[in-house]
């Protein structure tokens, strides 16, 4: 994504007015305030959130939750918790993993982009940094990550029939918690920009 | 012992039990015998706490389960062991680790002492050298003799047996009827066990209680089933037109 960045930038920055480094600091802006983020977080909606309905409705029409419940055990709580908290946990290090990617990818791109240097890039991202924008990620990667587990987790843990129910289950939580991430995405940014 | 008293069951505006009412007594095996669609698992939902009842009441020894919060219900689980038809063993563990749950959930033994106990449940349900198996490795009947260990590992009062032989050859079935009478009498369990597979029913049954459309339409033992004059219970026993001949030759 950083690489894409970078090059339409590039593309689109070719007036001799615009200082070439603003490349760089636009690639950096756009890493750290939406892709790194959001777009992790749609990715891991299609990815984890389908993973976790398919696995809970699984569970719900082999009859293994009511083996639980029969076993005393709370089954939303053993089941679904430490998913949400196992999630909430990793994305942080996604997230991050994610910006370093994302900036190293546009600064590859710099080698063979016509009116970009490795040079420019490197100022660009390194100048008029604010602290906040990674802060402001990882909150908003916190909240995404809080919604994807536990829209999932709903649509799994109310499954009911059969096999093509669990693939039902499976479809509605990767558009629902997607939805709702750009949804919140837009409540976050109002509220933290 | 466990009694049934008057208990309808409604989903939403479709009713599913009409007032049942049964006892099932202790160190015997009692079917539950009926149709698919009849209502036999959501009644043996019922008496394991999964489904609530709509009206009526279930005693366990007495005491009414529907009258129990939380805390009394979990307390009076630990009693309770459940095959379910799937067998619903957890797919993320052994066999043995499947085993070991209900112990690590209710017991406060170290790991040493589950394990032991674990494998003394499997070589009672003689599953031996499947112990690090995962159930998808293992035979539909290991499965179900897997369940039946874990539905024993705490030693129950009650044990619900949900069709536990469907799905099987008539040989294994007679292989897991035959341990669930043995462990019913071993441990004097109050065992319950739905099916609507008539070997069972000869071979095991000690109370049979035949369900019609979420109705108790006759109670009686194994021998007394092919003289009920019931005529639901006729058609289910008969169902296959040579034993319609059979039975019409027999008169």
Request: aromatic share 10%; charged share 20%; hydrophobic share 45%.
């Given at each position: 994504m950083g690489a894409v960045c970078a090059i339409q930038m590039a593309y689109n920055l070719q007036n001799p007015i615009v200082p070439r480094y603003l490349i760089g600091l636009g690639t950096r802006e756009t890493m750290l305030l939406e892709f790194s983020s959001t777009i992790v977080a749609l990715i891991l909606a299609g990815?984890?959130?389908?993973?976790?309905?398919?696995?809970?409705?699984?569970?719900?029409?082999?009859?293994?939750?009511?083996?639980?419940?029969?076993?005393?055990?709370?089954?939303?709580?053993?089941?679904?918790?430490?998913?949400?908290?196992?999630?909430?946990?990793?994305i942080p290090v996604l997230t991050v993993f994610s910006m370093a990617i994302g900036l190293l990818g546009g600064y590859v791109a710099s080698f063979s982009t016509a009116g970009l240097t490795p040079h420019d890039y490197v100022v660009g991202?390194?100048?008029?940094?604010r602290p906040f924008y990674v802060t402001y990620a990882l909150i908003k990667s916190l909240v995404f990550a809080f919604i994807i587990a536990s829209v999932s987790s709903y649509h799994g843990y109310y499954a009911f029939g059969g096999a093509l129910e669990v693939g039902k289950s499976s479809t509605h939580a990767v558009v629902y918690s997607s939805i709702v991430v750009l949804m919140f995405n837009l409540i976050l940014t109002k509220l933290l920009l | 012992m466990i009694e049934v008293k008057n208990v309808c069951k409604e989903f939403s505006d479709v009713k599913v039990l009409y007032d049942i009412c049964a006892e099932f007594l202790p160190g015997k095996t009692n079917l539950t015998i009926g149709q698919s669609g009849s209502g036999k698992t959501v009644?043996?939902?019922?008496?394991?706490?999964?489904?609530?009842?709509t009206s009526g009441d279930i005693l366990y020894d007495g005491r009414s389960f529907c009258a129990m919060n939380e805390k009394q219900r979990k307390e009076i689980r630990k009693e309770m062991g459940m095959v379910f038809q799937g067998g619903a063993l957890f797919d993320s563990n052994t066999v043995e680790e499947n085993v070991m749950f209900p112990l690590e959930m209710f017991t406060r033994m170290t790991f040493e002492e589950r394990r032991e106990r674990a494998n003394e449940c499997l070589k009672r349900v003689n599953i031996i050298n499947a112990n690090k198996k995962y159930p998808s490795e293992i035979s539909g009947g290991m499965q179900k003799r897997v369940a039946i260990a874990r539905a024993i590992a705490l030693n129950p009062k009650y044990l619900y047996c949900d069709e536990p032989n469907s799905g099987l050859d008539p040989v294994t079935s007679i292989v897991i009827d035959n341990l669930i009478k043995d462990i019913t009498v071993e441990y004097n369990i109050t065992t319950i066990v739905n099916t609507?597979?008539?070997?069972?029913?000869?071979?095991?049954?000690?109370?049979?209680?035949?369900i019609y459309k979420g109705r108790k339409k006759w109670e009686g033992t194994s021998a007394e089933i092919f003289s009920s004059g019931v005529k639901e219970l006729d058609d289910f026993v008969f169902a296959s037109e040579r034993m319609k001949k059979i039975r019409e030759m027999s008169k």
């Amino acid at each position: 994504m950083g690489a894409v960045c970078a090059i339409q930038m590039a593309y689109n920055l070719q007036n001799p007015i615009v200082p070439r480094y603003l490349i760089g600091l636009g690639t950096r802006e756009t890493m750290l305030l939406e892709f790194s983020s959001t777009i992790v977080a749609l990715i891991l909606a299609g990815k984890v959130g389908s993973n976790i309905a398919s696995e809970l409705g699984t569970m719900r029409v082999t009859e293994q939750i009511d083996a639980l419940e029969m076993m005393g055990v709370n089954s939303a709580c053993y089941l679904i918790l430490p998913k949400i908290a196992a999630f909430v946990f990793f994305i942080p290090v996604l997230t991050v993993f994610s910006m370093a990617i994302g900036l190293l990818g546009g600064y590859v791109a710099s080698f063979s982009t016509a009116g970009l240097t490795p040079h420019d890039y490197v100022v660009g991202i390194t100048s008029f940094f604010r602290p906040f924008y990674v802060t402001y990620a990882l909150i908003k990667s916190l909240v995404f990550a809080f919604i994807i587990a536990s829209v999932s987790s709903y649509h799994g843990y109310y499954a009911f029939g059969g096999a093509l129910e669990v693939g039902k289950s499976s479809t509605h939580a990767v558009v629902y918690s997607s939805i709702v991430v750009l949804m919140f995405n837009l409540i976050l940014t109002k509220l933290l920009l | 012992m466990i009694e049934v008293k008057n208990v309808c069951k409604e989903f939403s505006d479709v009713k599913v039990l009409y007032d049942i009412c049964a006892e099932f007594l202790p160190g015997k095996t009692n079917l539950t015998i009926g149709q698919s669609g009849s209502g036999k698992t959501v009644l043996l939902k019922c008496i394991a706490g999964l489904h609530s009842v709509t009206s009526g009441d279930i005693l366990y020894d007495g005491r009414s389960f529907c009258a129990m919060n939380e805390k009394q219900r979990k307390e009076i689980r630990k009693e309770m062991g459940m095959v379910f038809q799937g067998g619903a063993l957890f797919d993320s563990n052994t066999v043995e680790e499947n085993v070991m749950f209900p112990l690590e959930m209710f017991t406060r033994m170290t790991f040493e002492e589950r394990r032991e106990r674990a494998n003394e449940c499997l070589k009672r349900v003689n599953i031996i050298n499947a112990n690090k198996k995962y159930p998808s490795e293992i035979s539909g009947g290991m499965q179900k003799r897997v369940a039946i260990a874990r539905a024993i590992a705490l030693n129950p009062k009650y044990l619900y047996c949900d069709e536990p032989n469907s799905g099987l050859d008539p040989v294994t079935s007679i292989v897991i009827d035959n341990l669930i009478k043995d462990i019913t009498v071993e441990y004097n369990i109050t065992t319950i066990v739905n099916t609507h597979d008539m070997n069972s029913v000869m071979e095991i049954g000690d109370k049979i209680i035949f369900i019609y459309k979420g109705r108790k339409k006759w109670e009686g033992t194994s021998a007394e089933i092919f003289s009920s004059g019931v005529k639901e219970l006729d058609d289910f026993v008969f169902a296959s037109e040579r034993m319609k001949k059979i039975r019409e030759m027999s008169k």
